[in-house]
């Protein structure tokens, strides 16, 4: 969008002894941009490394980097990730195509060139691990990384440089922007805005509105230039469309009127709404207090493009990675978004995954958050908006989360009670059923019934507090295994408890003999949800279904069950075959994981909300807390349902027994580490799923689910190696 010739250009020196306060999701696409493949597998393989490498990089030249991450969505941002998301699918459907006209190269090169499809923000779980580890400090924005970044900027305060997009031109920054630094040549490459707005003979007014006019993360490029058959959108020519007006975006919108009748009839709505998110932008003062830049001149009807004011309590929870903002960024919009799919499938299934069978889920993780906000709120219905064509918008009627479920209240243990009763129980215990978080823990503990009956909160107003990390990971877990009906309210398994908890004592081993592949649990869970909710079976969907032919259910079943673990890989782009139906059911999967992960946090705001948990923590205890619980997205893609699906296609093509695990792994996943292993464990996972669900009865799940779990799991051991 700028012209190469207005970038300077500066020594990796100067930068020495300095924090560069950096826009992650600008750093993550540029990570993400490293691996063609990432549209089509439904996430990297190398990016773990590859934001390793790259921090040894910023450690060895004596450079500090400080992440800022986007918190809230602001007007108009999904918008423009629903448009973007679908030209993606645009894109990559051409890709697909190609792949399956065995043109293997030319369909690598086009999922390249759409790789911005998968989102920067699937990342941050990864990034922020990966901060922890190296006691490196990050920030989650109230809003916009770029505002709190410009708020760093202008009061020089935090950072000596900062990096990220040409957004940040937006905002009144006293420093260059940097755009790519090369640890190799020792160049960094910066825009300086002072010197573009000499450049351009225009003052700061002219730059932001020529800016937007080009577009932005929240509002679409003005329509008459950014029609396909014309060149890409300069700041340059919105200068000179600006001076031809009048130096109006009013009357620039009068004089093409006809394009944005057609086009976009409400253009200028969205670009007075998304100046005033620029006047107005929100952060984190260096006291730690939530402020909006101009206050005084902010217009009555501000929550239209700011949103509703949230207490500062909830938002220092977010700022330090304690809770995600997606329930809030719903509560002050008053709508709930689904984002654009990586395949562009809108199955019946997952439509009504993400419109219907999700939205108690909603209601519940509302319900534990809004009743402790401005009384306002409790009487907003909230709208769910999904990016399929033509898809009518769900509502969560406000009825519904007025006041939190009951059953969170009716856990009450002290942690000297669970260190009696299980005296290793901790993070760091060396088997997982005594391990905090784990879900075995949680899940197991609950069989002993003196223990269970402890955990019940018999004292009206009671003042327990968790304390320990361990003890409130723990607390947080029960009661969403409450909340969705694993435990019932005598705190004792549920028949689904009871299937989960078979399934977690038959992986054990499993998990003992391969202590470095962590989730396995997790990922059991996981799977009881999908099962829940009818999404984990071996019906095909209609856009797996052939063209005059069938497909094996045993197959479909073990394949869908692969995509919840991960196919261990070399840190480079992913080399083997692709499977469009598996990135499909990763998106069922994601939507689910996503979904438990909003409840998650919802329960944790819940207890520090209600002065249920020690509220003075240091930020390193927060990070630990979250990153214990589960359904954290910890990079997942669909490389290990793609191995099955291929290694038992494989097995059944052939008369005899067909190739072993070695031969496929050497032709169709030659970079995989260990497949023969990831084999081993997926059939164990397997198993131990199908002993839970034999525990079922009829009024859980039909005996004809039951069979196929059955049969698929024998059909597994006859072709395991």
């Not at 500062?312 to 995600?324: A, D, Q, S, T």
């Not at 769900?394 to 009951?406: D, E, G, V």
């Not at 198993?687 to 024998?714: C, H, M, P, R």
Request: overall charge negative; aromatic content about 10%; glycine content about 4%.
């Amino acid at each position: 969008m700028l012209a190469r010739s207005r970038a300077s250009f500066g020594d990796v020196s100067d930068l020495k002894d300095n924090s560069i306060a950096i826009d992650a999701t600008y750093y993550l696409s540029r990570i993400r941009g490293q691996e063609p493949l990432v549209t089509a597998l439904g996430g990297p393989m190398a990016a773990e490394q590859s934001i390793i490498d790259d921090l040894d990089s910023w450690k060895a030249n004596d450079t500090t980097p400080l992440f800022i991450f986007d918190g809230c969505l602001v007007k108009g941002e999904y918008e423009q990730t629903v448009r973007l998301g679908l030209e993606a699918n645009y894109g990559t459907e051409h890709a697909w195509n190609l792949y399956a006209e065995n043109k293997a190269q030319e369909a690598v090169t086009n999922f390249g060139t759409w790789c911005g499809a998968y989102r920067p923000q699937s990342l941050y779980p990864l990034l922020q691990a990966i901060l922890r580890k190296r006691d490196l400090h990050y920030l989650v924005a109230p809003s916009k990384a770029v505002a709190q970044i410009a708020y760093f900027s202008r009061e020089e305060i935090m950072c000596g440089a900062i990096m990220g997009p040409r957004e940040l031109l937006l905002y009144p920054i006293k420093d260059a922007v940097i755009q790519e630094i090369d640890w190799e040549s020792n160049r960094f490459t910066a825009i300086d805005r002072n010197a573009l707005m000499n450049h351009l003979g225009v003052d700061e007014s002219i730059l932001v509105d020529a800016l937007l006019i080009t577009g932005c993360s929240f509002l679409p490029a003005f329509p008459a230039r950014a029609q396909p058959h014309q060149a890409a959108n300069t700041v340059r020519d919105a200068v000179n469309m600006l001076r031809t007006n009048g130096k109006h975006v009013k009357q620039l919108c009068s004089s093409f009127d006809d394009v944005l009748m057609k086009e976009q009839p409400d253009w200028f709505e969205k670009f007075c709404k998304a100046r005033m998110i620029v006047k107005h932008y929100i952060y984190i003062n260096e006291d730690g207090a939530v402020e909006i830049a101009n206050d005084d001149a902010l217009t009555t009807d501000s929550h239209e493009y700011l949103g509703i004011k949230l207490p500062e309590e909830l938002i220092y929870y977010m700022e330090y990675g304690l809770v995600g903002p997606n329930v809030a960024s719903w509560v002050i919009h008053s709508e709930a978004t689904v984002p654009p799919t990586l395949d562009g499938i809108p199955s019946t299934e997952y439509k009504n995954l993400v419109l219907s069978q999700l939205l108690p889920i909603k209601e519940l993780a509302l319900g534990l958050v809004v009743p402790r906000l401005n009384r306002g709120l409790h009487y907003k219905n909230i709208e769910v908006k999904a990016w399929m064509p033509n898809s009518q918008p769900a509502i969560i009627s406000n009825s519904t989360f007025r006041t939190a479920n009951p059953r969170v209240a009716t856990w009450d243990i002290e942690e000297k009670v669970v260190a009696q009763k299980f005296p290793s129980w901790s993070f760091s215990a060396p088997a997982a059923k005594d391990r905090a978080g784990s879900i075995a823990f949680e899940i197991l503990s609950l069989l002993k019934p003196e223990f269970s009956a402890s955990t019940i909160n018999n004292k009206a107003g009671s003042k327990t507090k968790t304390d320990s990390a361990h003890h409130l990971v723990s607390s947080i877990i029960w009661r969403f295994l409450h909340l969705r009906d694993y435990v019932d309210d005598s705190h004792e398994l549920t028949p689904w408890g009871k299937a989960l908890a078979a399934s977690i004592t038959h992986l054990e081993p499993t998990v003992k003999k391969f202590p470095k592949v962590s989730g396995l649990f997790e990922a059991l869970l996981l799977a009881f949800e999908l099962i829940r909710f009818d999404q984990l079976n071996s019906k095909p969907r209609q856009d797996e279904i052939p063209q005059g032919g069938s497909v094996d259910e045993s197959v479909l079943l073990a394949s869908r069950c692969a995509v919840l673990l991960k196919l261990r890989h070399e840190a480079i782009g992913y080399t083997g075959p692709l499977r469009k139906d598996m990135l499909a059911y990763l998106s069922q999967v994601s939507a689910v994981r996503d979904a438990d992960r909003d409840l998650v946090d919802s329960i944790t705001a819940h207890l520090f909300l209600n002065n249920k948990s020690k509220r003075n923590r240091e930020p390193k205890e927060h990070y630990e807390i979250a990153d214990a619980l589960p359904f954290v997205n910890r990079n997942h893609n669909a490389a290990m349902g793609v191995a099955v699906r291929t290694y038992l296609e494989q097995r059944g093509n052939d008369d005899s027994e067909g190739p072993d695990m070695d031969t496929i792994a050497m032709q169709y996943f030659p970079k995989a580490t260990n497949l023969k292993e990831d084999f081993e464990i997926f059939l164990a996972f397997f198993s131990a799923l199908t002993t839970g669900v034999k525990t079922l009865g009829q009024n859980e799940i039909q005996s004809g689910a039951q069979d196929a779990w059955s049969q698929t799991n024998s059909y597994l051991q006859a072709a395991s190696v």
